[in-house]
């Protein structure tokens, strides 16, 4: 399986993570330390585009949790979009989906 | 009975893409599921329910067995043998590490809102729901038995 590919753009009111590839129990923990740059910076808006994601496990689905509950914990909002397939019926499946409003 | 496709490999989480990618042509075998067009920017082609269910599956259990049983250090093998039948798909994944307790596994949240979003915890939820069944013995060998059947007993739509 490809590695995550991660990019993050920041700007003065919002930022923009996107995930590729797989992001799975090998690839999480690459994305957990950028993640943890993100909530460090205590950002107002992130958006995540999951729509280049192939597949996800519950490693994956954990860092995108934490990602989610640290920007919120300092008063920030976190939108998630473009999980289809495999990706989405995981978010589905953990009722996640209505959560993160996919 | 179909023949058994057997894997044996190193129970580190290194090997576990190669499994993964294994099992996932052999969900394919089962489910008919047509190959991703060839201009999808996606790598990967799991997107039939089955195969879906197939592949997320097998990839929990894994990480289970190499987390668990070999506690990320390896140390043994992890044996792999895919059955592809018309309608149906068993896998069985052996190894011969520590036994993993399977009733200590926590049920998710009832009501998940998000402040009560889980961290950890989703591995088993997740194969337990998208099989038909799971079943585990404690060893040595330990033991998962994995089974998926076709919905209706027909083969999946076949997607393009």
Same mark, same amino acid.
Request: hydrophobic share 40%.
């Given at each position: 399986?490809?590695?995550?590919?991660?990019?993050?753009?920041?700007?003065?009111?919002?930022?923009?993570?996107?995930?590729?590839?797989?992001?799975?129990?090998?690839?999480?923990?690459? #994305?957990?330390?950028?993640?943890?740059?993100? *909530? *460090?910076?205590?950002?107002?808006?992130? *958006? *995540?585009? #999951?729509?280049?994601?192939? #597949?996800?496990?519950?490693?994956?689905?954990?860092?995108?949790?934490?990602?989610?509950?640290?920007?919120?914990?300092?008063?920030?909002?976190?939108?998630?979009?473009?999980?289809?397939?495999?990706? #989405?019926?995981?978010?589905?499946?953990?009722?996640?989906?209505?959560?993160?409003?996919? | 009975?179909?023949?058994?496709?057997?894997?044996? /490999?190193?129970?580190?989480?290194?090997?576990?893409?190669?499994?993964?990618?294994?099992?996932?042509?052999?969900?394919?075998?089962?489910?008919?599921?047509?190959?991703?067009?060839?201009?999808?920017?996606?790598?990967?082609?799991?997107?039939?329910?089955? @195969?879906?269910?197939? /592949?997320?599956?097998?990839?929990?259990?894994?990480?289970?067995?190499?987390?668990?049983?070999?506690?990320?250090?390896?140390?043994?093998?992890?044996?792999?043998?895919?059955?592809?039948?018309?309608?149906?798909?068993?896998?069985? /994944?052996?190894?011969?590490?520590?036994?993993? @307790?399977? @009733?200590?596994?926590?049920?998710?949240?009832?009501?998940?809102?998000? @402040?009560?979003?889980?961290?950890?915890?989703?591995?088993?939820?997740?194969?337990?729901?998208?099989?038909?069944?799971?079943?585990?013995?404690?060893?040595?060998?330990?033991?998962?038995?994995?089974?998926?059947?076709?919905?209706?007993?027909?083969?999946?739509?076949?997607?393009?």
């Amino acid at each position: 399986m490809p590695a995550p590919a991660f990019e993050v753009q920041r700007s003065s009111d919002s930022t923009k993570l996107n995930v590729r590839g797989s992001l799975d129990i090998n690839t999480a923990a690459q #994305l957990g330390e950028e993640i943890d740059r993100i *909530v *460090v910076d205590k950002p107002t808006l992130v *958006v *995540v585009d #999951l729509s280049g994601l192939d #597949l996800i496990d519950s490693s994956g689905v954990a860092a995108l949790v934490k990602l989610y509950k640290g920007v919120r914990s300092s008063g920030g909002n976190v939108t998630i979009s473009g999980a289809r397939d495999q990706p #989405l019926a995981i978010f589905k499946l953990l009722r996640m989906d209505k959560v993160f409003n996919l | 009975m179909a023949a058994t496709i057997r894997l044996s /490999v190193p129970g580190t989480l290194r090997y576990r893409d190669l499994a993964v990618r294994i099992v996932a042509e052999a969900a394919r075998l089962v489910s008919c599921s047509a190959q991703r067009a060839p201009n999808d920017p996606l790598d990967h082609d799991v997107r039939d329910p089955f @195969d879906t269910a197939v /592949v997320s599956a097998f990839s929990e259990i894994f990480n289970n067995v190499a987390i668990h049983a070999y506690k990320r250090a390896g140390g043994g093998t992890i044996e792999i043998a895919i059955t592809p039948n018309d309608r149906e798909l068993v896998i069985e /994944v052996k190894d011969h590490g520590s036994p993993f @307790d399977i @009733d200590e596994v926590a049920p998710l949240p009832s009501e998940l809102d998000a @402040d009560a979003l889980p961290e950890g915890g989703m591995g088993i939820h997740i194969a337990k729901t998208m099989l038909d069944e799971v079943t585990y013995e404690a060893g040595p060998p330990n033991l998962w038995r994995l089974c998926k059947r076709l919905p209706g007993g027909a083969r999946a739509s076949t997607r393009v």
